[in-house]
């Protein structure tokens, strides 16, 4: 619920209505009010379910506040009741017995109805005065009275105490009151600027300036005793542009009693009304007669023709010079402009002559050139001021303005430019193209890096950064190439850059290298490498190096697994034939060992053959033991044999201990 609508006041006829409670339930919803008088209210509730509800409403229509109030219907359900609201138009209609939500939602919607019929008729109120406005200031000769009744009606319009017209001196110090609402009879009232802060904001920004609260804001510290004196509560300051300045102010105060503060559309209405009073004080030249400067400003404009006419001996100088040249009075008209100025600008010096340099050049942006002439006023010379204009055929150019006066900052200024359209358009593509490249390089994954022909770095991208462990900075900031390599390598390297042999005259194909980073360890690279020439002469060379630790781990891990994979070869064939031999030996084994001890059991131990029989049958079990190691054998362990040598050792390679 905005502001406007939370003021707005419900009245239920008839008052004693049993309606009045869903009604304050349904107004504190949508944050209206119930309000006993219909002069104080925009809404009336109005319940014809009770007997006494037509006769009330008759009394209220009769009156002039009742007239003008928007009514909600309160009837009771059926037909016949809708009918008998015919002759009545309701802006709503609410059934008995409706939640408070529903009439809470028929009161809103009239509610903004109203806001917005309102807003209609505040802007046709503001239309009908702007042109009522802009008709007076086309026809009316009476400067003094058609501002005084400009203000006059602002004044009124707004319900405000104060409406003035201000405009500002060349010093930007002091101003003059040439209008006021509340002192017809006064004009050309000079005020010093230092006392109106708001005035000196508006003239320094060429923005309005609003204050809400003046005795509290900090804008107008120093001033704020002298404004609650005044009992101004609210203040606001309009900027009147003209030419691409602020040659005066539209100044509206408001006590406590006006007003509490500007509305937007209000603002809105002021900066129209502010711009058509610059757009005619600048058409009918009333600034000048209000300000009283008419006679002065004509002795300059004479005075810088005459010095446009003694500059005539360089008329031939400026006739041949490749730029625009254009001799301005103290007001920025032209006063004369030579062959290369016609020919940018596309006019003639004659169509020229008198109208203002804006007019004539069509800049884009007024406020950049009126800068450039305001300080040759000052007496200030400036230069290459680039501004885009646009020509009578429609072509858009980017000229370079040097502007400077030619006495004594308030008379002749004298203006040259030249054409740097294409110039511009090619530094913007260059510097692209070099945004580009610059993106492109430090986006590499490889290490570059560039150095003069004395050894300083030149260009260190990212991948350099990560491959050396110095910052861009740090390596830009003088340091020497050699620190990137160990000692005498960038001199082998610079010898066979000059050498045909090692890929061509300065350039070195791939080679492997090794770069030293910042903490002193090596980094293993492949490197290329080439020189920069300019016209046959060695400017500078370029390095790219991409970093192999990486890839040297990967080989090394490549090479210990092919280790791995060669012995569990080894360790599988060595399992296989002691596999094989155990089980083809066991055979046999088992045949000489049963025989051994049947002969055994035969034998009596004092027999002569039953110690040999006992030899064999023990040495039978050894070698059934050697058998079963060698069938237990799971890897490939050796043991020394004579020297040198080396034989399986069958107690490691069967045993399942690691």
């Given at each position: 619920?905005?502001?406007?609508?939370?003021?707005?006041?419900?009245?239920?006829?008839?008052?004693?209505?049993?309606?009045?409670e869903?009604?304050?339930?349904?107004?504190a919803?949508?944050?209206?009010?119930?309000?006993?008088?219909?002069?104080?209210?925009?809404?009336?509730?109005?319940d014809?379910?009770?007997?006494?509800?037509?006769s009330a409403?008759?009394?209220l229509?009769?009156?002039?506040?009742?007239?003008?109030?928007?009514l909600?219907?309160?009837?009771?359900p059926?037909?016949?009741?809708?009918?008998?609201?015919?002759?009545?138009?309701?802006?709503?209609?609410?059934?008995?017995?409706?939640?408070?939500?529903?009439?809470?939602?028929?009161?809103?919607?009239?509610?903004?109805?109203?806001?917005?019929?309102?807003?209609?008729?505040?802007?046709?109120?503001d239309?009908?005065l702007?042109?009522?406005?802009?008709?007076?200031?086309?026809?009316?000769?009476?400067?003094e009275?058609?501002?005084?009744?400009?203000?006059?009606?602002?004044?009124?319009?707004?319900?405000?105490?104060?409406a003035?017209?201000?405009?500002?001196?060349?010093?930007?110090?002091?101003?003059?009151?040439?209008a006021?609402?509340?002192?017809?009879?006064?004009?050309?009232?000079?005020?010093?600027?230092?006392?109106?802060?708001?005035?000196?904001?508006?003239?320094?920004?060429g923005?309005?300036?609003?204050?809400?609260?003046?005795?509290?804001h900090?804008?107008?510290?120093?001033?704020?005793s002298?404004?609650a004196?005044?009992?101004?509560?609210?203040?606001a300051?309009l900027?009147?542009?003209?030419?691409?300045e602020?040659r005066?102010?539209?100044?509206?105060?408001?006590?406590?009693?006006?007003?509490r503060?500007?509305?937007?559309?209000?603002?809105?209405?002021?900066k129209?009304?502010a711009?058509?009073?610059?757009?005619?004080?600048?058409?009918?030249?009333?600034?000048?007669?209000?300000r009283?400067?008419?006679?002065?400003?004509?002795?300059?404009?004479?005075a810088?023709?005459?010095?446009a006419?003694?500059?005539?001996?360089?008329?031939?100088?400026f006739?041949?010079?490749?730029?625009?040249?254009?001799?301005?009075?103290?007001?920025?008209c032209?006063?004369?402009?030579?062959?290369?100025?016609?020919?940018?600008?596309?006019?003639?010096?004659?169509?020229?002559?008198?109208?203002?340099?804006?007019?004539?050049?069509q800049?884009?942006?007024?406020s950049v050139l009126?800068?450039?002439?305001?300080?040759?006023?000052r007496?200030?010379?400036?230069?290459?001021?680039?501004?885009?204009?646009r020509?009578?055929?429609g072509?858009?150019?980017?000229?370079?303005?040097?502007?400077?006066?030619?006495?004594?900052?308030?008379?002749?200024?004298?203006?040259?430019?030249?054409?740097?359209?294409?110039?511009?358009?090619?530094?913007?593509e260059?510097s692209?193209?070099?945004d580009?490249l610059?993106?492109l390089i430090?986006?590499?994954?490889?290490?570059?890096?560039?150095?003069?022909?004395?050894g300083?770095?030149?260009?260190?991208?990212?991948?350099?950064?990560?491959?050396?462990?110095?910052?861009?900075?740090?390596?830009?900031?003088?340091?020497?190439?050699?620190?990137?390599?160990?000692?005498?390598?960038?001199?082998?390297i610079?010898?066979?850059l000059?050498?045909?042999?090692?890929?061509?005259?300065?350039?070195?194909s791939?080679?492997?290298?090794?770069?030293?980073?910042?903490?002193g360890?090596?980094?293993p690279?492949?490197?290329?490498?080439?020189?920069?020439?300019?016209?046959?002469?060695?400017?500078?060379?370029?390095g790219i190096?991409t970093?192999l630790?990486?890839r040297?781990?990967?080989?090394?891990?490549?090479?210990?697994?092919?280790?791995r994979?060669?012995e569990?070869?080894k360790?599988a064939?060595i399992?296989?034939?002691?596999?094989?031999?155990?089980?083809e030996?066991?055979?046999?084994?088992?045949?000489?060992?049963?025989y051994?001890?049947?002969?055994?059991?035969?034998?009596?131990?004092?027999?002569?053959?039953?110690?040999?029989?006992d030899?064999?049958?023990?040495?039978?079990?050894r070698?059934?033991e050697i058998?079963?190691?060698?069938?237990?054998?799971?890897?490939?362990?050796?043991?020394?044999?004579?020297?040198?040598?080396?034989?399986?050792?069958?107690?490691k390679?069967?045993?399942h201990?690691?």
């Open positions: 619920m905005s502001p406007h609508e939370s003021s707005l006041g419900v009245v239920l006829v008839p008052a004693a209505s049993a309606a009045r869903p009604l304050v339930r349904a107004v919803r949508v944050g209206l009010r119930v309000v006993e008088e219909p002069a104080r209210a925009t809404i009336g509730l109005v014809l379910t009770v007997p006494e509800g037509r409403l008759a009394e229509l009769a009156t002039p506040a009742g007239a003008k109030l928007s909600v219907a309160l009837v009771a059926g037909e016949a009741s809708f009918a008998a609201l015919e002759s009545l138009r309701p802006a709503e209609v609410v059934v008995a017995g409706a939640e408070p939500h529903e009439l809470a939602y028929r009161l809103r919607r009239v509610a903004e109805r109203h806001l917005e019929h309102q807003d209609s008729l505040r802007k046709q109120e239309l009908k702007l042109l009522e406005l802009t008709a007076d200031y086309a026809e009316s000769m009476d400067v009275e058609l501002l005084h009744d400009v203000t006059r009606r602002l004044a009124d319009r707004l319900g405000i105490g104060r003035a017209l201000v405009m500002l001196e060349h010093d930007q110090v002091s101003a003059r009151v040439v006021a609402s509340d002192a017809p009879g006064q004009t050309d009232v000079r005020i010093e600027l230092e006392r109106y802060p708001e005035v000196r904001e508006a003239a320094r920004t923005l309005p300036v609003i204050v809400e609260d003046a005795s509290h900090p804008l107008l510290e120093g001033v704020q002298e404004v004196a005044r009992g101004i509560h609210t203040l300051a900027p009147l542009l003209m030419r691409g602020v005066g102010v539209l100044l509206l105060r408001a006590s406590g009693g006006d007003r503060t500007f509305a937007p559309d209000e603002i809105d209405f002021l129209t009304v711009h058509a009073t610059a757009v005619a004080l600048r058409n009918a030249s009333l600034l000048q007669s209000v009283g400067q008419t006679e002065r400003e004509m002795s300059a404009r004479i810088a023709e005459a010095k006419a003694s500059l005539e001996t360089y008329h031939l100088f006739a041949n010079v490749r730029e625009g040249v254009a001799i301005l009075d103290d007001r920025a032209v006063l004369s402009l030579n062959p290369a100025g016609e020919k940018v600008l596309e006019t003639s010096s004659e169509a020229a002559y008198g109208r203002h340099l804006v007019d004539v050049s800049p884009l942006d007024e009126m800068e450039l002439v305001t300080a040759a006023r007496g200030e010379s400036r230069s290459d001021v680039d501004l885009m204009v020509t009578p055929k072509r858009r150019l980017t000229l370079s303005f040097s502007a400077a006066p030619l006495e004594d900052g308030r008379r002749a200024i004298i203006l040259s430019f030249r054409d740097v359209t294409q110039a511009r358009l090619l530094a913007d260059l692209h193209t070099k580009f610059e993106r430090d986006s590499s994954v490889d290490a570059i890096v560039a150095s003069d022909m004395q300083r770095i030149i260009l260190f991208n990212k991948g350099a950064e990560a491959l050396c462990g110095y910052t861009a900075q740090q390596a830009l900031s003088g340091m020497h190439v050699n620190q990137l390599y160990p000692e005498g390598v960038a001199q082998r610079m010898t066979q000059r050498s045909p042999d090692y890929g061509g005259r300065g350039r070195l791939v080679c492997r290298q090794d770069i030293v980073h910042r903490t360890q090596l980094v690279v492949n490197m290329t490498a080439s020189i920069v020439y300019e016209g046959g002469r060695e400017v500078a060379s370029v190096f970093d630790r990486d040297m781990e990967l080989e090394r891990k490549l090479s210990d697994v092919e280790t994979l060669e569990s070869e360790n064939v399992v296989a034939l002691a596999g094989t031999a155990a089980h030996l066991n055979q046999p084994l088992t045949s000489v060992m049963g051994a001890e049947l002969l055994k059991r035969r034998l009596k131990e004092e027999d002569t053959s039953y110690k040999p029989v030899i064999i049958y023990r040495e039978a079990e070698m059934a058998v079963r190691k060698i069938g237990r054998i799971t890897r490939y362990e050796t043991k020394a044999y004579m020297g040198s040598q080396q034989i399986l050792d069958l107690d390679a069967s045993s201990d690691e």
